[in-house]
Every structure is written in C-alpha cells, then in structure tokens.
C-alpha cells in the first residue's frame, strides 16, 4: 500500500493514463450511443449561424444584425455561432454530427488539462486515476456534451483558465496575455462569462494579500462570501426595480423574484411571493444552496445516487481542506481560487437564472471536482505519508 501511493511508483502513469482513455471512451460510448440533441437554443444558434455564413463570415456586419431586438450583443455568441457556421459549411448535412464530434474532443482534451492542471500543483498520479471514475459517473458530463450548444466549449475554455491560474500559482507569476487571451475567448462564448472572469481577476488580485491567506481569514472570507452575498444580490434587485423597470430582458429577471421563483420550470421548488427585504434575501440564500442541489422530483433514482455521490465526495473534500489546510501552499491555493470560482457562478446564475436542469452548472463540475484529488494529497502530506 506504501509503495501504491509513493510519489515514485514506476505504474503510476501508466495507470493514470490508461485511466483516462478508459473514462474517455466511456463518455464518447454513452454520448455516440444516445446522439446529438437539439434544444430552442440550439435552433437559435443554427439560424444565427446561416445568417453568418449569408454574409460570408463578415462579422462587423454579423453583430449588427437584430441588434435591436437581440440582448446582449451577438459578439457574446460568437465562439460557438463560429464553429456551428464553419459544420454547416464543410459538413453540410452532416454538421450536427460533426459539432457533436467536436464537442468530444473538447471533453477529451479538457480531461487532459484536468489531469496537467493537478500534476502542475504536485497531485500525485495515482490519486488524480481514483478521481476519472467519479467524472465518468458524472450525469451533466455525460448529458451536456450532446446538445448543439455553447456549453462544452465554454467548460473547456473554464477548465483551460484554471490550468492557466494553476501554472502561474506555481510560477509565481502569470501570463497576463493568455489570461487575457482566455477571457476575451470566455466572454465570445457565453454572456454569463462574467462570472468566471471576475473570479480570475479578483483571485489574481488578492491572491498576495497574504493576511488573508491565512488559515481562520481564508475560512472567515469564503464563509462571509457566501453569507453576503445574498443581501448584495438582494440590494442590486432593489436597485434595479427602482431604476430600471420596464426593460423586457430585466423584467424578466425581477419577476420571477416577485413570484417567489427559485429554479425556473419547477413550481415544487418555489417559495411564497416576497413581501419584505428579508423574503427576496431568502429567495437568493435558496437559489444559491439549490444551484448544487442533486435533487428534481423528476430525476430518476440513479441519476439522483449519482448527483449525491458527486456532491458527497465535493463537501467531504471542502471538508478535508478547511481541517488540513495550511492556505500558503500551491494546493491550498488552487482550492481557493476553485471555491471562489464556484461561489462566483451560482451567485451570478442565481441572480439572473437557475435553469431547470441545472445547465448552467455543467462548467464547473470539472473544476469542483479537482477538489478531491487535492483535498486527498493535503491530508496525506499533513500525515508525513509523501513517500
């Protein structure tokens, strides 16, 4: 057992690498076997990118294009309105296929950065294999993959940022080009980017403050974080109604508050309407909690024991963290920026919208998943079993 965990067991790549064609094909089976999907979204996507292809890719005049009735701007869009465009021009009928094609070899190569971004921060192979089964079993990897949507692009492009937090953690110095490079991919992907892009720059931003970074601040932040943010999100609804009412694509937002909405489409899971402060504070405590729910009332029982494992194995590893963790080491700091990245997202998502099947968590399954492996190589170091 001594030699299975030692930093210098000569199968040990050879294990991890197998593992990951081994959860690979697995994912790839499953999404082949059950085909590509097409939602609302999808069509919209379809047609925006046959008015691209009209105007011979000629994306000055693209952007202009319904930009009255369009919000945001369709340059948020671009990335995958792009690669649908480029399927429909060299597959033909044959592009849905083909984006579903791409949309595997986004999952594979994100599954390799999963795996370079912890061997970066010295997660030792072994334990980062144990963890592939748990992605394998993860329901939103293997649902979301399948639908002609921005969405595995866009966890690609957030799994391929943390490797990029992950190396200049480890360096000690970042490469502002191509986190910049990365952000202006992000925000060509999906609007709601935003939340992702200010985890990065706020991490980056207080990731040398180092009273912060110690172990009882650490802890008292991320928990005051999570606490506020419901009373900011309440304060900007506030605002809002007061100012901007009357706007469809904000009404919108605010009143599914007013009806005391908490994931949308699932009347079971809403409250009664807000009549004080403290009731829309109460709305946004709920919708946050509910953005890592693994519970539907119309989810099957295996995918309900599935969704329950992942997020057991994500708390215990959080868990692990705040008992073993020492917040100055590269570990400890990519676990950080993981939960503020995290915490950024369903605060954001529940603002604007928590979808029924909680789409909108799919990105950063991957990274929260990352968790267990680094929570499981702080309390092997913290017990002196480095080997």
Excluded at 86 to 112: D, G
Aim: aromatic share 18%; charged share 15%.
């Amino acid at each position: 057992m001594k030699e299975f965990f030692s930093n210098k067991w000569k199968y040990d790549n050879i294990i991890l690498y197998t593992a990951i064609l081994i959860s690979f094909s697995l994912i790839a089976y499953y999404i082949l076997n059950s085909g590509y999907s097409m939602s609302s979204d999808s069509r919209r996507f379809a047609r925006w990118a046959d008015e691209l292809i009209k105007l011979n890719f000629n994306f000055f005049e693209f952007y202009l294009i319904d930009k009255i009735t369009i919000r945001p701007n369709l340059f948020f869009f671009s990335v995958p309105i792009s690669l649908i465009a480029l399927c429909k021009v060299i597959f033909v009928n044959e592009w849905q296929f083909a984006f579903l094609l791409l949309n595997l070899i986004l999952v594979f190569f994100s599954l390799i950065i999963f795996v370079k971004s912890l061997l970066i921060i010295n997660i030792r192979p072994i334990l980062i294999s144990l963890t592939l089964p748990i992605i394998v079993i993860s329901v939103d990897i293997l649902i979301w993959p399948r639908f002609i949507l921005s969405d595995t692009i866009y966890s690609f492009l957030v799994i391929f940022s943390i490797y990029l937090i992950a190396k200049g953690i480890v360096k000690n110095r970042f490469n502002y080009f191509r986190i910049l490079l990365i952000i202006l991919l992000l925000i060509a992907t999906r609007p709601s980017s935003i939340s992702v892009v200010f985890a990065i720059i706020f991490f980056i931003l207080i990731l040398n403050v180092k009273i912060l970074l110690k172990k009882r601040n650490v802890l008292l932040f991320l928990v005051t974080i999570f606490i506020t943010s419901p009373f900011v999100l309440s304060l900007v609804y506030l605002f809002i109604e007061q100012n901007f009412n009357g706007i469809p694509k904000i009404d919108f937002m605010t009143n599914m508050v007013k009806d005391g909405m908490i994931i949308h489409d699932r009347p079971e899971t809403w409250v009664d309407k807000p009549n004080y402060f403290v009731d829309v504070v109460y709305i946004y405590f709920l919708r946050i909690i509910n953005f890592f729910n693994p519970y539907a009332s119309t989810f099957s029982i295996t995918h309900i024991i599935l969704n329950t494992i992942q997020i057991f194995l994500i708390i215990l590893s959080i868990l692990i963290w705040s008992l073993f963790g020492d917040y100055f080491k590269t570990q400890d700091k990519m676990i950080l920026f993981i939960l503020l990245l995290s915490l950024s997202v369903a605060a954001f998502h529940s603002f604007i919208l928590i979808d029924y099947d909680w789409r909108y968590r799919f990105p950063i399954i991957l990274p929260m998943l990352m968790l267990l492996p680094t929570s499981l190589e702080i309390i092997l170091k913290k017990n002196k079993l480095v080997f």
